[in-house]
């Protein structure tokens, strides 16, 4: 049985340019020029001067987007390695190196984005030894920390191989199984973590997002944007290295992302149900209208897979997956954001250096994937089983 692939036809067209250097060259420079002029303020003008935070709203974009969204982008990471090595699907094992690359970098920006977030960065690794084990965020910073090894390890094959070290590839060989089914174990418990950090705001939280289900939610929805990043970052990484697209591959996965993302769907409509929660819809206000938009965003690419049409089609495919994304991005937002400002008295819109930040790290992030796969073999040749 061999892989299939469908050719990838390139646009005739050459990206546009500004004095022979590529527009995204260009944005490229200036979020990496804008980010470092932010950091030189973090560090001299403290959380005060770069961001609109206050003792009443003290967690806002770089926890809302740059951690939890962080956290749940890289997610297609475990979904990848649980699959191959775990349910044994062998046939996608041609898009999990570049899966595993994706939440490599994940962890290490949300660390980055953390980095700038804690008043005292510099002691970022007291947990390390002070410990606290009946705090959810101590646990979150130890399976971070602990996925980041264990992540940085399954990549590792890409350097041994570009290096010809032999003796590491042998010694992964040997770690390789118990390693897999240590980063599915710890993924899966910070995942959900992250949604237990909300259960002790009940009073605080918008009821139309506080449920006792948090940790559930947040896993699950996990699994799913895990998937609709694979598919994103597939097409783009084709686009971008002139590959064919892995198009069979991808239909087996939006396949897998109905059920997850419809199991997801309806679990949160039951919660709603349960808790009495559907009349807070009838309200006039902003946390009523952006949970509509939530809900739409999670209904509709559901609706449009269920089609094998659109999933035969790679550029509807991509369409559908980038809603799944911005759906999970909105909830994750809605959650850290719009579901705590009504309790905490105060309206908070992040300052200009927030928003720099953010942006010099995604950029960040895409540079460092596209140089790591230009020079190393993350993308592995399919062969003939």
């Not at 990838?8 to 067209?13: E, N, S």
């Not at 020029?33 to 003008?45: D, H, N, Q, S, W």
């Not at 697209?245 to 396949?255: S, T």
């Amino acid at each position: 049985m061999s892989t299939t692939t469908v050719p990838l036809h390139r646009p005739a067209t050459t990206p546009a340019r500004v004095g022979g250097v590529s527009v995204w060259k260009v944005v490229f420079g200036l979020f990496m020029a804008l980010g470092l002029y932010v950091t030189y303020l973090r560090i001299f003008e403290g959380l005060g001067g770069t961001t609109n935070l206050n003792d009443q709203f003290p967690w806002g974009l770089w926890i809302g987007f740059d951690v939890l969204c962080g956290v749940g982008l890289a997610a297609g990471g475990f979904t990848l390695v649980a699959t191959v090595h775990i349910f044994n699907l062998e046939k996608y094992k041609p898009i999990l190196r570049p899966a595993v690359l994706t939440a490599f970098l994940g962890y290490l920006l949300v660390i980055l984005g953390l980095m700038f977030d804690l008043g005292r960065p510099d002691r970022i690794w007291h947990p390390l030894i002070m410990w606290n084990p009946r705090s959810v965020m101590f646990e979150v910073g130890w399976c971070v920390m602990l996925y980041s090894t264990v992540l940085a390890l399954e990549f590792s094959p890409a350097v041994f191989e570009k290096f010809g070290w032999q003796i590491g590839l042998k010694w992964f060989r040997i770690i390789s199984v118990p390693l897999m089914i240590a980063g599915v174990i710890l993924s899966t418990l910070h995942q959900s973590s992250l949604g237990s950090l909300y259960l002790i705001v009940p009073q605080k939280l918008y009821p139309l997002w506080y449920s006792g289900f948090l940790p559930l939610f947040f896993f699950i929805s996990a699994i799913a944007v895990g998937l609709a990043m694979t598919i994103f970052e597939s097409w783009h990484s084709s686009k971008a290295f002139g590959r064919a697209l892995e198009a069979p591959l991808l239909q087996g996965l939006a396949r897998a992302l109905v059920v997850v993302q419809s199991t997801y769907l309806v679990m949160r409509l039951m919660d709603l149900t349960n808790r009495h929660a559907w009349g807070l819809l009838k309200e006039q206000r902003t946390e009523t209208y952006l949970f509509l938009f939530e809900l739409a965003l999670m209904v509709l690419p559901v609706m449009l897979l269920l089609r094998s049409r659109i999933r035969s089609n790679p550029k509807a495919l991509y369409w559908c997956a980038l809603m799944v994304i911005f759906g999970f991005i909105t909830n994750r937002l809605n959650i850290s954001v719009t579901g705590m400002e009504a309790a905490s008295g105060v309206s908070y819109f992040p300052k200009w250096t927030e928003i720099s930040v953010t942006l010099f790290i995604i950029a960040l992030g895409f540079g460092i994937f596209y140089l790591a796969a230009k020079h190393l073999p993350v993308f592995e040749e399919e062969h003939e089983e």
